[in-house]
Nanobody, 124 residues
Framework: QVQLVESGGGLVQAGGSLSLSCAASGRSFSTYAMGWFRQAPGKEREFVTIISRSGIVTKYADSVKGRFTISRDNAKNTVYLQMSSLKPEDTAVYYC?????????????????WGKGTLVTVSS
């Protein structure tokens, strides 16, 4: 079993930056692809970014490409999301996710583990 705990959410002004962390419990962090999703008020949860178990492969939603960066430190059982040039439309609860299958996170299907989320609010 894996537990995921997000941290780092808060209030930031448009154009600013914020970094999120997701700490994972469990013995096999390096065997999981890790991803970030977000859900804005009144909207469906959407894919943001993913990183492979090795950290070699990353993918981003078009809406955040060039502004967000995902990274991981397997020695610390932690995945990070660095966000810059934030926009009000980035306001959402951000969720960390883990799955042994890269494609499950990429396609948002049958994901093994979810964190409870951390709120990011971007003011204009």
């Amino acid at each position: 079993q894996v537990q995921l705990v997000e941290s780092g959410g808060g209030l930031v002004q448009a154009g600013g930056s914020l970094s999120l962390s997701c700490a994972a419990s469990g013995r096999s962090f390096s065997t999981y692809a890790m991803g970030w999703f977000r859900q804005a008020p009144g909207k469906e949860r959407e894919f943001v970014t993913i990183i492979s178990r090795s950290g070699i492969v990353t993918k981003y939603a078009d809406s955040v490409k060039g502004r967000f960066t995902i990274s991981r430190d397997n020695a610390k059982n932690t995945v990070y999301l660095q966000m810059s040039s934030l926009k009000p439309e980035d306001t959402a609860v951000y969720y960390c996710a883990a799955d042994t299958q890269f494609g499950n996170i990429r396609d948002m299907r049958g994901i093994d583990y979810w964190g409870k989320g951390t709120l990011v609010t971007v003011s204009s």
